[in-house]
């Protein structure tokens, strides 16, 4: 009677695909930023873009980390709901939880403070002159969450998302020299609703921080750039297919060429190069397929197998090189049952 080897898998994995390193100039951003709660969401139409703002904060952090927002009481609006009518707001026994100074709640995870609205966050930059003619991007890793970004007093755009890095162009406003960015951060739920307790806002998980805890930084990249790429194993054909964008900030077409490389852990092995070239005006599309040879090494729990894509984009405005971590597996319903690779596989997650 034939064995079947199953494999025990976490979701985290299974939502791999790939993860970029690019090759770029940074300026970190992390440090002291100047700061103000904007509690009565006065600040848009008072233009406190324009002015300095009245307090400081460190980031990367939250306003609960700095001890910034409201002290927790029994009228704290929680963004969670499932509990708002426990016990605890009403029982004997937990009465001396109840007092000022002396609140523990026992349903909830309890920041020192809680703040939902919008608050400003302010700093100074000092671009340097070897920028001059660069493609600069500012990279806000885990906002949380919706952000509004105005340098020198004139407004860039709004960016809102909970899973992915705030990503803004600013070729056309950064010049060498000083400049004052200004980013509104607004923790309420509005337009993109994730749910009644949901775990990216709900206060018996992370709560509904305001700030930014990840990386926070300028990045200057040649003018002419990859903008992103995803890449898309297949097993069965064995190849992967790129799909990316390129931008181009110089203001004049330019012809470019592409070379994409993949290359196992350590470059033990190397893959022949697939190369293409294109006109870019000022946002160029592209798709290649890249042939993986005979016998690819796949990946799966047992064997981690990764490769790395080089991509390195050429044109006269120079060149700008991409890194992109992969592995070849499959991941499909096979009948009743879920397959990686062909190999039956067992989920197991909770709530």
Not at 173 to 185: A, D, F, K, Q
Not at 197 to 214: E, F, L, Y
Request: with cysteine; proline share 5%.
């Amino acid at each position: 009677m034939m064995k079947i080897k199953y494999i025990l898998l976490s979701i985290p994995f299974l939502l791999f695909l790939s993860c970029g390193k690019e090759k770029t100039k940074t300026i970190d951003l992390s440090g002291t930023w100047h700061f103000q709660i904007d509690s009565l969401d006065r600040g848009v139409s008072e233009k406190w873009f324009d002015k300095d703002l009245s307090d400081t904060i460190s980031l990367p952090g939250s306003m609960a980390e700095n001890g910034k927002g409201d002290d927790i009481s029994v009228n704290t609006k929680w963004t969670g709901s499932m509990w708002n009518d426990s016990a605890w707001y009403k029982s004997p026994k937990w009465e001396k939880y109840r007092q000022p100074g002396n609140i523990k709640v026992s349903f909830w995870l309890s920041p020192n403070k809680v703040y939902t609205g919008p608050a400003w966050y302010q700093k100074k930059v000092d671009i340097p002159e070897d920028w001059k003619g660069k493609a600069v991007n500012l990279h806000l890793e885990r906002a949380h969450w919706e952000t509004t970004l105005w340098v020198d007093g004139g407004k860039v755009g709004m960016k809102n998302t909970l899973g992915t890095p705030h990503d803004y162009n600013l070729a056309e406003y950064l010049s060498p020299g000083e400049h004052t960015v200004t980013l509104r951060i607004d923790n309420r739920i509005k337009d993109i609703d994730p749910g009644v307790d949901a775990h990216s806002v709900s206060d018996n998980t992370q709560t509904n921080w305001n700030g930014i805890v990840g990386d926070i930084e300028l990045r200057a990249m040649n003018p002419v750039y990859i903008e992103s790429v995803q890449l898309y194993p297949d097993v069965a054909q064995k190849k992967v297919v790129a799909k990316g964008t390129v931008r181009n900030a110089t203001g004049q077409p330019q012809m470019t060429k592409l070379t994409m490389n993949a290359k196992t852990s350590g470059d033990a092995g190397i893959l022949e190069s697939k190369v293409k070239e294109m006109q870019i005006d000022t946002v160029g599309k592209f798709e290649m397929e890249y042939l993986m040879g005979e016998d690819p090494l796949l990946w799966d729990e047992f064997d981690p197998n990764l490769y790395t894509m080089h991509l390195k984009l050429e044109s006269e405005a120079g060149n700008h090189k991409k890194e992109v971590v992969f592995g070849m597996r499959d991941f499909k319903a096979n009948g009743k049952q879920f397959a990686v690779n062909g190999r039956p596989v067992f989920l197991r997650g909770t709530l």
